[in-house]
């Protein structure tokens, strides 16, 4: 019971209002919001970007290096924003885009604590993680929900199919590498398995190649092996793509995020949260 008043103490005008604004894609301020956020990110990602090119001009840089801070600053609002509106921030904070959205703004800040570390190296490239941001856009797609379920219910077929396909690499690895040899550049079984998996793939670098009559003969079966696996996940993939979107055509998916957990990909028929089961305004 005390529970439950904190809860409805806590459920605000103001809380709602801004639930509306920032989480919701369906009305239009919400749209408006979110499309100014969108234009930002397409920013940021541009600066981040050309801060990698090395024959940028010093002015033009320390015009980018501000640019990211302003930006950085904004989501980093954005971010508390979204902390402050849901009634559990824990649980937003540890969903997907929670985490997104803190890995877009995290190394940053963290340059400020360890100024010129070699170890910021590292962190200096998970500033790419902004890039993740783009997933925004799949909460104005009910299609992207289509997509995950897909993958979901070809995840056994296709850890099947992987399970196979380095069974065969294992194999051909190690015939490989008792008809070549060392002599043919297949020193060891790992080496001639990447050669394998080089050769199954189709991609073909050429770095290794078989000099002898029967090792070329095994290539070629490999060759010929790897165009119809390459096909094997693309059917699977799209046979439970079809599944999902017939589902999806009769549940009608809208863009109403819970104001308790974040949780969207609601029902338009829904009374509750299908991850938390708070009611849904």
């Given at each position: 019971?005390?529970?439950?008043?904190?809860?409805?103490?806590?459920?605000?005008?103001?809380?709602?209002?801004?639930?509306?604004?920032?989480?919701?894609?369906d009305t239009p301020a919400g749209r408006w919001f979110d499309a100014v956020l969108l234009a930002l990110i397409v920013v940021s990602l541009v600066v981040v970007m050309l801060e990698t090119v090395p024959s940028m001009p010093e002015p033009w840089r320390r015009g980018l290096r501000a640019a990211e801070w302003a930006l950085t600053g904004v989501f980093s609002l954005e971010y508390l924003l979204r902390l402050v509106i849901v009634r559990r921030p824990l649980v937003y904070a540890g969903s997907f885009f929670g985490l997104v959205d803190l890995l877009a703004i995290l190394p940053t800040w963290v340059s400020l604590i360890f100024p010129g570390a070699q170890a910021l190296l590292a962190v200096r490239?998970?500033?790419?993680?902004?890039?993740?941001?783009?997933?925004?856009?799949?909460?104005?797609?009910?299609?992207?929900?289509?997509?995950?379920?897909?993958?979901?219910a070809s995840s056994r077929k296709i850890a099947v199919f992987l399970f196979t396909v380095s069974t065969v690499v294992v194999v051909v690895g190690a015939l490989m590498y008792l008809i070549e040899g060392p002599a043919n550049g297949f020193t060891s079984i790992p080496v001639s398995m990447y050669w394998a998996v080089v050769t199954l793939t189709t991609v073909g670098y050429g770095d290794i190649s078989p000099a002898t009559g029967l090792g070329q003969a095994v290539a070629s079966l490999v060759m010929i092996l790897g165009y119809g696996i390459i096909a094997v996940p693309t059917g699977i993939v799209t046979a439970e793509l079809a599944n999902a979107g017939r589902k999806l055509e009769t549940q009608h998916i809208n863009t109403q995020m819970c104001a308790h957990c974040g949780a969207d990909d609601h029902r338009s028929d829904s009374k509750f949260c299908r991850h938390c089961g708070a009611a849904l305004h």
């Open positions: 019971m005390t529970d439950s008043r904190a809860e409805q103490s806590a459920d605000t005008p103001w809380r709602r209002k801004l639930h509306t604004i920032v989480f919701e894609a490239v998970l500033r790419l993680l902004r890039i993740f941001r783009v997933f925004k856009l799949a909460r104005y797609l009910s299609e992207a929900r289509v997509i995950g379920d897909a993958l979901r």
